[in-house]
């Protein structure tokens, strides 16, 4: 992704705002996303960021081609990521 990419991409969905896509990847530590709108872009949700069951500490993982919402969290400069928590 190129910087005007990465710009463009902080621009559409500066903090706060919601995203929509789809579970690329499931790791031990969360989710890789495919943003819809953004080419090239993807977004993460880690532990901390996923749902969690009634108990408030279960972890409910989403599924490879899952389609997840989440809020911008965080701009990671450094990979060109959008950090989510999900909804």
């Known amino acids: 992704m190129t910087g005007d990419e990465w710009d463009a991409a902080k621009r559409k969905f500066p903090y706060g705002s919601t995203v929509t896509g789809t579970v690329r990847e ?3 530590f969360g989710v890789f996303i495919s943003v819809e709108g953004v080419q090239l872009s993807e977004a993460f949700a880690d ?4 749902h969690h069951g009634a ?3 279960t ?3 989403p599924e490879v081609g899952d389609a997840v ?3 911008v969290v965080e701009h990671t400069e450094r990979n060109h990521q959008l950090k989510l928590h999900l909804r």
């Not at 532990?47 to 996923?50: E, S, T």
Request: proline fraction near 6%; charge should be negative.
């Open 26 to 28: 499931v790791a031990p």
């Open 47 to 50: 532990v901390a960021g996923m």
């Open 55 to 57: 108990d408030g500490y």
């Open 59 to 61: 972890v409910i993982w």
């Open 69 to 71: 919402t989440g809020v």
